[in-house]
């Protein structure tokens, strides 16, 4: 009797665990994801409901700080803070419990399981904030990479007679496709709308978060209040960021025999090694000395 009630009970908190867990998959209305994240679109019903977990427990300075972080990733209008925030808390779950899982029979210790599962559910929190900052390092090289031809294209079609949106305007339909012509689309748009010239270059500087656009923006700025022309500053700042580059191009050049020292000390030398050793081995083993 008293082991069939067990059995019953059993099945009865399996049962409710698992409605738990599959509830929000189950529901026949769900925010769907947007295009950037459509191969989460099988998790994001959990992803909703963490983010209606966690957002509360996130302060104000936390919020802006993921959303400035979307902005620098180039996933504003597509992701939003309370997304960010749904896959922190799912990830942490997710992580918390793999780490458990991972070392549940090397430790016996309570404590240290639970030293294990908060270390864990640490580390997940801040996976999707680490997945940013990667996405947004590799949109700043991305736009760092054709900056300078951006310069001189505007640069030129300023010195041809065009104004500054005209010159931004065939700048941006002259650059390959990319996310600099994507934030240049965007300010674009911003001052068709209304928005005052250098504001708009100013939400272009922070939308992209680099310290040459910011300088190339603060110059136009000072320009525009002193009232000088802006072909000879453009060509200044053209001239400049061009020898930039070659700077950069050369400092990863001189960095590079640095790099491939380790692969040839642990993979090319041993192998070379073993060439040239084998025969003589051979030949003084032949020989008789050992």
């Known amino acids: 009797m008293w082991f069939g009630l067990s059995l019953l009970l059993t099945g009865i908190s399996l049962c409710a665990i698992f409605y738990v867990i599959l509830s929000p998959g189950l529901k ?23 983010s209606t977990v966690v957002m509360p427990f996130l302060s104000w300075t936390y919020q802006r700080k993921l959303q400035h972080n979307i902005e620098l990733a180039g996933y504003k209008g597509d992701v939003s803070t309370k997304d960010i925030a749904g896959l922190q808390g799912l990830c942490s779950i997710v992580v918390g419990v793999l780490g458990v899982l991972s070392i549940l029979n090397m430790i016996n ?32 090289q991305s736009i760092l990479k054709v900056f300078p031809f951006f310069l001189d294209m505007t640069t030129l079609c300023v010195e041809s007679g065009l104004n500054l949106h005209g010159a931004l305007l065939q700048a941006s339909q002259a650059l390959p496709d990319s996310p600099l012509r994507q934030e240049l689309r965007h300010t674009l748009n911003d001052m068709r709308t209304g928005v005052n010239r250098m504001e708009a270059l100013k939400g272009l500087s922070q939308r992209i978060g680099l310290n040459e656009v910011k300088q190339w923006v603060s110059s136009l700025i000072q320009a525009d209040k002193l009232g000088m022309s802006l072909g000879p500053v453009l060509r200044t700042q053209a001239d400049q960021f061009r020898g930039e580059r070659f700077l950069r191009a050369e400092k990863k050049a001189a960095t590079a025999p640095v790099k491939m020292l380790f692969p040839l000390v642990l993979f090319i030398f041993p192998c070379t090694f073993i060439v040239i050793a084998f025969p003589l081995v051979s030949q003084i083993s032949d020989i008789g000395f050992f």
């Open 28 to 50: 026949t209305v769900q925010e769907k994801p947007t295009i950037s994240l459509r191969r989460l679109a099988w998790v994001w019903p959990w992803v909703t409901v963490s």
């Open 109 to 140: 210790n309570y404590f240290g399981l639970l030293g294990v599962l908060l270390l864990s559910m640490v580390l997940g929190f801040q996976l999707p904030l680490v997945f940013l900052q990667r996405k947004a390092r590799e949109r700043k």
